[in-house]
């Protein structure tokens, strides 16, 4: 039995070659920016999950492609924007669009991912499914799309105040701007698969839980990853002030000297790569990623078991090894 890396660079060539056809267009330097990130590598794990979630149910492979398809660009689509909102010059080890290719430009092509990920939806039709199947899919897909836009704006009015969230704002930022692509891949795969309405709620939480986990892994990286395993530049969440939790639980724990010197550095995009180091010092040594990370590992542990609740079938262990490796991933 192939293995979880395995599986899913297999599935990833099979979407990929999917993808690349909603990007074969004039004018072709649109195009090029619209079809940049993706070209330029990704996990591809929001497509693997909708798949396997479908593929519980007994839907197959190629006709889940476009919805498979429609996660991807809408995802990308939310990096291409969030990337010049956050001003972050660097993704998956390559200048980011709006680096590469101007604000302007880059702005247009998340627009067009955007309007792409409805057009990949609606190819839905030419499958086999029923048009309620294809109108409750484009409806998860059109809640995420609300929910990521709601999670982005939080974002942006929590970085502008002078306090941080508490534990539970945060879980609900990330709920928005995380947790709802996930919960859409496993609403529309398991609508797709056929699903009763019990299990696709079943689903949703399974996502929902997926994308919490994931977030607070992506935060912990942020602090404490490589770069050239993760192709993200580490520290860019302190120069942009992010209020993530691992900051929160560092700020409650360190000396008063600590915090004071953090203070100063988190949000100062002036801030040189010497006091980045410290920071990152001071944070590596608080225990505050650690903690995150069993925070994590905890919510991951409920994911598994809504799967659990669920017959053995090789879609249903691939989505459960993710899980698990969900929590303890360096990338």
């Known amino acids: 039995m192939l293995s979880l890396y395995d599986e899913m660079k297999s599935l990833s060539l099979k979407v990929d070659d999917y993808l ?19 070209r330029h590598g990704g996990k591809r794990q929001r ?7 479908g593929m519980m149910f007994g839907a197959s492979l190629e006709s889940l492609l476009p919805a498979a398809a429609a996660i991807e660009i809408l995802h990308n689509f939310t990096l291409v924007h969030d990337d010049i909102m956050d001003n972050d010059e660097e993704r998956r080890g390559v200048p980011t669009v709006h680096v590469k290719f101007g604000v302007p430009m880059a702005i247009l092509a998340g627009d067009l991912l955007f309007a792409k990920s409805f057009e990949a939806a609606l190819n839905l039709l030419k499958n086999s499914y029923t048009h309620k199947q294809v109108v409750e899919a484009v409806k998860a897909l059109v809640t995420a799309s ?16 002078k306090d941080f969230p508490s534990k539970e704002e945060y879980y609900n930022l990330i709920e928005l701007k995380t947790s709802s692509l996930f919960k859409a891949c496993t609403t529309i795969g398991s609508i797709l698969g056929g699903a009763d309405e019990p299990s696709i709620e079943m689903l949703k939480e399974f996502g929902r839980l997926y994308g919490l ?14 770069p050239s395993i993760t192709g993200k530049p580490v520290g860019n969440d302190i120069r942009e002030g992010k209020k993530t939790l ?7 724990s360190v000396s ?6 953090l203070l100063s550095i988190i949000g100062n995009r002036r801030a040189s790569n010497e006091e980045i180091n410290e920071a990152l010092s001071i944070i590596a ?29 090789r879609a249903r262990d691939m989505l459960i090894n993710l899980t698990m490796e969900a929590s303890s991933r360096s990338r």
């Open 256 to 261: 008063e000297r600590d915090r004071s010197k």
């Open 285 to 313: 040594s608080s225990g505050a990623p650690d903690r995150v990370r069993l925070e994590a590992k905890l919510i991951s542990e409920k994911a598994i078991s809504i799967l659990k609740n669920f017959p053995k079938s």
């Open 246 to 252: 691992v900051i929160k639980y560092v700020l409650d």
């Open 146 to 161: 609300i929910e990521v836009c709601e999670g982005q704006a939080l974002d942006l009015k929590i970085a502008e105040s």
């Open 213 to 226: 986990c994931f977030q607070l892994v992506d935060d912990v990286l942020a602090v404490t990853g490589d």
């Open 47 to 53: 497509p693997f999950i909708l798949i396997n979630s």
């Open 20 to 38: 690349s056809t909603y990007f074969r267009k004039e004018p072709q330097f649109l195009y090029d920016a619209s079809y940049y990130l993706i």
